[in-house]
């Protein structure tokens, strides 16, 4: 099998079992205690104003990027120099009804606050996936491998989550995406970068208004190198994809390279690493390894060295 056959093999499996792991790591313990929404007359939440007057392009540390509400304090693994990890928990709100608490971040999303406006596309996206018809086939294929009695895991998502699916604002996950990444979430810039049906849609989008496709392009470099200048290591990991898979700009192997090594080089278990980077090496000749040594230097430096 070739190499290009090998990774669209793996990424579809991956794909594959991705939506049912996200299903079963976003499920939040802890018995339903709000009553059906269905039953208790929500109405749809007024869709707020919002504001990215929170953005600053080029914070000194990483103490003013969580002044400045792009990273959640609780959350941020610190590295060497100014490189940083965010662990964010398996759960996205507490349990019971999901609308419920995705209110109460509302007022924070229109005044700037762009982890507010992530936690909101974190909540939406959990709710859509656990209504996602390819949750349940993905299920039906591995199910040996998750726990057996997930399905009820299943039926309490879905319970949790249908005052929001019912909610036009509060569901729409690509709104809350684009706005957290716009207003200057490390995080979104990373989804947004990586995945277009997410940020703007599914191909008859792309037929249709091409000049879409194109700002997603720009917009999705213009976050990831932000986010990579900030010391977040998942977006180095992100432009190593990027340059690799060729779709927001040109395929160059060699930054692919080049940013990967950035990566591992910062990383706090770089040994994990080394089969991607023999991946990546592979074709490569000396010189253009070389090349991307001396550019993994640099990256290093103008990210995240004091």
């Not at 056959?5 to 939040?28: F, K, M």
């Not at 509400?69 to 507490?94: C, T």
């Not at 957290?180 to 008859?204: F, K």
């Amino acid at each position: 099998m070739s190499k290009a056959h090998l990774r669209r093999w793996s990424i579809a499996v991956l794909a594959a079992a991705g939506l049912l792991v996200t299903a079963v790591l976003s499920w939040t313990a802890g018995p339903y205690s709000q009553q059906s929404a269905f039953s208790s007359g929500t109405v749809p939440t007024a869709a707020p104003k919002p504001q990215s007057k929170m953005r600053e392009k080029n914070p000194a540390s990483i103490d003013s990027l969580i002044a400045a509400r792009r990273v959640e304090p609780a959350m941020v693994r610190r590295l060497s120099g100014r490189a940083f990890l965010i662990d964010r928990p398996r759960e996205n709100r507490p349990p019971g009804d999901a609308a419920a608490f995705a209110r109460t971040l509302l007022h924070a999303s229109a005044n700037g606050d762009s982890t507010a406006s992530y936690r909101l596309y974190l909540i939406a996206a959990e709710c859509e996936t656990a209504v996602s018809p390819d949750v349940f086939e993905s299920y039906r294929l591995i199910k040996e491998l998750v726990a057996p009695d997930y399905p009820k895991v299943m039926a309490r998502q879905m319970e949790e989550c249908e005052g929001l699916l019912i909610d036009p604002v509060l569901s729409d996950s690509r709104r809350w995406i684009n706005l957290a990444a716009a207003q200057g979430s490390v995080e979104a810039a990373t989804v947004y970068s990586l995945s277009i049906d997410q940020a703007v849609g599914g191909p008859q989008v792309w037929a249709a208004h091409p000049e879409r496709v194109i700002e997603y392009k720009q917009l999705g470099m213009r976050y990831l190198n932000e986010a990579a200048a900030l010391g977040y290591l998942p977006a180095l990991q992100s432009l190593s994809q990027t340059y690799e898979g060729g779709f927001l700009v040109p395929a160059d192997p060699v930054k692919a390279l080049a940013y990967w090594l950035a990566l591992v080089g910062l990383s706090p278990q770089p040994a994990g690493l080394e089969k991607r980077t023999r991946w990546l090496e592979e074709g490569l000749s000396v010189a253009q390894r070389r090349n991307a040594h001396r550019q993994a230097a640099e990256i290093r430096q103008r990210c995240c060295m004091d």
